[in-house]
């Protein structure tokens, strides 16, 4: 069974540029979870899905963040313009559903972004 | 502030040696992962603990949970160069105990 898929695993962009990143979440996961990761520090949380609805966005930059689950399967966090502070790794999550704790909570490889 | 606080941030240890690194909450943890990490990569699942006083092993790593709920601990025993990477705990805590909030990791290098 394939984890969680991320695409692309590196992407180096000029600042101003736009850049998106896609997940696929595990099958049958219905939660999904975009996370970032600066150099040095855990991951923190950008959003999360149940299914294709965002219930938790609150730590998203939403002035040029953007992310999207339309099916409640895949999804795409986009990111315009992107700034030199954007540079980080940004990785994608899925889980079970929504216990407490969640239950098979699993990461993809990750996106590393370079900004530049 | 960071809601779960890693000790020590970076360890270096000879090949060999025992280590541990600690995870600490001022909030009951609602389940508590420990990943580790190869830098700029995804995070590799090891274990969760759940209940207080639970201890799990996975070959020379052992974790446990202790009794309040509130500390983890994760053991690795006559290190080795593939123990090398960083290691995160990261739990649900409190009422947003839905998603996981991440320590800030621990860099171990392994010496031969």
């Known amino acids: 069974e394939a984890g969680v898929v991320q695409s692309p695993r590196y992407k180096i962009i000029e600042k101003k540029q736009p850049v998106a990143f896609w997940c696929n979440p595990i099958?049958?996961?219905?939660?999904l979870y975009w996370y970032r990761q600066n150099l040095g520090q855990g991951p923190e949380l950008l959003i999360r899905?149940?299914?294709?609805?965002?219930?938790?966005d609150s730590q998203l930059p939403k002035d040029r963040f953007s992310a999207e689950r339309l099916k409640g399967v895949d999804s795409t966090l986009k990111i315009q313009p992107a700034e030199l502070g954007d540079s980080a790794v940004y990785l994608c999550?899925?889980?079970?559903?929504?216990?407490?704790?969640?239950?098979?909570?699993?990461f993809g490889s990750g996106t590393r972004l370079t900004v530049v | 502030s960071q809601e779960l606080e890693q000790s020590p941030q970076s360890l270096i240890v000879q090949e060999g040696k025992n280590l541990t690194i600690n995870c600490t909450s001022s909030k009951t943890l609602y389940g508590l992962y420990w990943y580790k990490q190869k830098y700029g990569e995804g995070l590799i699942f090891l274990m969760m603990?759940?209940?207080?006083?639970e201890e799990k092993s996975h070959e020379k790593i052992t974790a446990k949970l202790d009794e309040k709920k509130q500390q983890s601990s994760l053991h690795i025993t006559a290190s080795q160069p593939s123990h090398a990477g960083i290691y995160l705990c990261?739990?649900?805590?409190?009422?947003?105990?839905?998603?996981?909030?991440f320590g800030q990791g621990t860099r171990l290098t392994i010496n031969p």
């Open positions: 899905y149940e299914n294709e609805e965002a219930v938790d």
């Open positions: 603990l759940q209940k207080g006083g």
């Open positions: 099958s049958g996961h219905n939660t």
């Open positions: 999550a899925s889980s079970l559903h929504q216990a407490r704790p969640p239950i098979g909570y699993t």
């Open positions: 990261g739990a649900g805590l409190g009422q947003g105990a839905q998603k996981l909030v």
